[in-house]
């Protein structure tokens, strides 16, 4: 690898936890109905690799991307009440995951219960919420406790999102 390779390699490496970062403020910011300026501002310090995240922020479809940009557009649909999700699959879900082992199980019973239903827009977020589920999991074996909090809090701004429609039923 050459050295500017090297070089564009740290920087995408970089933006690529930037735009993590930015696009979790962004759920909260959504939750809270809060401002997107700062977001805005550091997604576009990413250039072409933060396009897509950009576009959702902005509240747009990103098109044709395998970007995760898209499992953060769902959120933005559902909270604008575009898509909905079977509460029934959400009530025993507890946003803290203090106890990560019984949320995970929760979580999976759950989405082979939606899929055999042929729920699939609310197995797509139980299928969020146990992947995060398990990557916290995965991160307090290895020993991480506060390098771990950002997917407890991940997954808590989920969660809140989907009870916030839940409730205005």
Known sequence: MSMQENRNQTKNDGCSGRIIRAMEEFLWALINNGSRDDIILELTQCG??????????????????????????QYVRYSRGEITVNKDYLVNINEDLSNPRDAYSIIVDNLAHALRAQDYVTAAFLADLAFIARAYMLCLSNGGDKSCDWLRRSFTVRVLILRSRINNY
């Open 48 to 73: 072409d690799e933060a396009r897509p995240y950009l576009t959702v922020v902005n509240g747009i479809d990103p098109g044709n991307t395998l970007s995760a940009a898209l499992s953060y557009l």
